[in-house]
């Protein structure tokens, strides 16, 4: 995480009133837009057959977990 204390700001994309069959049409939509700083997707149901499709990202960039150690290389700690 951050070593500031500060929490990332959160922000929400959505596409609103599309039909079943459009939702990975959606998705796929969202993902282009925003990449790997998504953190959730949400499809939701509204009346008549609609959905709403919610992508929760990080503003900026995505979050690393521990950006001070770096991933091992291939083959290193392996017996």
Do not use: C, W
């Amino acid at each position: 995480m951050q070593d500031n204390g500060s929490t990332p700001a959160v922000t929400t994309g959505k596409i609103e009133g599309i039909p079943l069959f459009l939702i990975p049409n959606a998705i796929s939509i969202l993902i282009r837009r925003h990449g790997d700083a998504i953190l959730r997707i949400q499809v939701e149901r509204k009346f008549h057959h609609r959905y709403t499709v919610k992508a929760e990202t990080l503003t900026g960039h995505a979050v690393t977990v521990n950006p001070e150690s770096p991933a091992p290389e291939e083959g290193d700690g392996h017996g």
